[in-house]
């Protein structure tokens, strides 16, 4: 298996809602990413997990919480979400820092 | 502060043609990716270059790296309108929260291969 899997697909949620974005590998990988991604730009890095602990957090705002249960793993929990916050957001994993990160296909994310 | 610079950043080419995509980075790094994402999708790994003069093939696609100019370069050979997509180079910058690294994206090269 190669694959990074993310679900769901698509989510609109409103201001004052709680959501998950789930991202899912079974390549072994030891490190997995958050980023997000708005239309006609490039990814920009949120969050790092190496071995299950958050080793890099790029300053993003607490109403973005990210967890790695275990290292196959990692969510993404939503809380008071701002309509600028609609973007696309990206999972990827890597054997570790420093190697080839593989994408996962991304949730759509619409704050209404 | 690691500076990613593509150029171009939209290309408009006819199916049949030669283009080259210029990616060049700031400072020091050994590790130079690029990846293609077509719309609405997520990225697709095309070459991972690890060192000074690599030059990989996929295709009608050549990645190259010169680590001492700072500079890959992404050459399309007879394009065809399959490559129309963008194109992200990515540079891994040294991190030293965690003595690891994070990958630092280019803005992208939005390419359109037309008959």
């Known amino acids: 298996d190669t694959e990074v899997t993310q679900t769901p697909k698509h989510l609109v949620m409103g201001m004052t809602n709680k959501k998950s974005l789930k991202c899912e590998q079974h390549m072994g990988h030891r490190a997995m990413y958050w980023y997000k991604q708005k239309a006609k730009k490039p990814p920009e890095l949120m969050f790092v997990y190496s071995y299950e602990k958050l080793s890099i957090n790029e300053s993003v705002p607490s109403r973005f919480s990210p967890e790695c249960p275990n290292s196959s793993l990692l969510n993404l929990h939503l809380h008071a979400l701002q309509p600028e916050d609609s973007a696309l957001y990206l999972c990827a994993s890597s054997r570790g820092r420093g190697y080839e990160q593989y994408f996962g296909p991304g949730t759509r994310l619409t704050v209404t | 502060e690691l500076k990613v610079e593509q150029n171009p950043l939209f290309l408009s080419m006819q199916e049949g043609k030669n283009y080259t995509i210029y990616c060049n980075y700031s400072t020091t790094s050994d590790r130079l990716y690029w990846y293609r994402q077509d719309p609405g999708k997520s990225l697709e790994s095309l070459f991972v270059?690890?060192?000074?003069?690599a030059v990989k093939q996929e295709g009608r696609l050549m990645a190259s790296l010169d680590t001492k100019a700072r500079l890959s370069t992404l050459h399309i050979t007879a394009a065809v309108h399959d490559l129309s997509a963008t194109y992200f180079c990515?540079?891994?910058?040294?991190?030293?929260?965690?003595?690891?690294?994070?990958?630092?994206f280019g803005k992208g090269t939005s390419l359109l291969v037309t008959p």
């Open positions: 270059l690890l060192s000074n003069g």
């Open positions: 990515a540079v891994d910058k040294p991190d030293p929260r965690n003595s690891g690294y994070a990958l630092n």
